[in-house]
């Protein structure tokens, strides 16, 4: 496996490829990327992975200081998982003149969940993906389905922008006992850590009575809520959405996803359970 730090060395490793399989990444990684990298290698070669800590895509005071940098453990892992080439530019590579072009997420999706708690987050997170795409000009890129809501701005960028580009989501991997794996799982106490799966319960709670017939979506979100924040969560939201939409549920609607954000002090884990909606139980 190669190691580049530059776009310039980039650009010239990939040359003639056009069979890319790519795997963005903010480095840190456990068993979800490399899940990722192993999805990305049926899906052509090279694989790529890039590791980059954006930091346009985080708000004043969010973890950009202390995300973790592991290149070391993190090339270890991704050459086990038989990744080719890894890009790990520094913000001065990625960024040598102040981004004043960026890519505007509508509002409809950039100021909705996440987004509401995250003010600029998903043009940050757009705006480097784009860059990314066009050096690495891969021809299927693949992400992870627990940032369900980035999945879903980068499916719409890619459409909308005709990038020739095939958008792969991944489901979640969990810990043994629910917990979605995530980078930031790493903040949490050993205390928080045994908690932490209580997210994964309650939207899993809000799924099983929406497919069992219950309609007051509403009301079952509310006590998720509520249950979270009686055991001493911070919650930012819980919602019940269309699950190719993300907008709320109509009586078109066929699968629908329930999604979570919520804090154990100063963590904040997302995670989110989509499910088919049988007949019997559609609005
Ligand atoms: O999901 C992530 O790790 C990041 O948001 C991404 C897609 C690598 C962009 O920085």
Sequence with gaps: ?????????????????????????????????????????????????????????????????RYPRTLDADCEKLAAAGCDLVFAPDVAEMYP?????????????AGDLCGVF?????????????????????????????????????????????LPIDIVGVDTLREADGLAMSSRNGYLSATERQQAPQLQRE???V????????????????DAMRHLKMAGWRVDYVELRDAATLAGPTSDSRRLVVLGAAWLGTTRLIDNVDFDLPASARP
């Design 118 to 162: 995250r003010p600029g987050h998903f043009g940050g997170v757009a705006t480097v993906v784009l860059k990314l795409f066009n050096l690495v000009q891969p021809r299927v890129a693949v992400f992870g389905r627990k940032d369900y809501q980035q999945l879903r701005v980068i499916r719409e960028m890619v459409r909308q922008f005709n």
């Design 203 to 205: 939207l899993a709670t």
């Design 207 to 222: 799924a099983a009575a929406v497919r069992a017939g219950e309609r007051d979506y509403g009301a079952l979100c509310a």
């Design 97 to 109: 003149v102040p981004q004043a072009f960026t890519v505007q997420v509508p509002d409809s999706l």
């Design 1 to 65: 496996m190669q190691l580049v730090h530059t776009a310039a060395e980039l650009r010239a490793t990939l040359a003639g490829q056009d069979q890319t399989a790519f795997v963005p990444t903010m480095g840190n990684l456990h068993a979800g990327h490399v899940s990722l990298v192993e999805l990305a290698r049926q899906h052509g070669r090279p694989v790529v992975a890039s590791i980059f800590v954006n930091p346009l895509q985080f708000g004043a005071g969010e973890d950009f200081e």
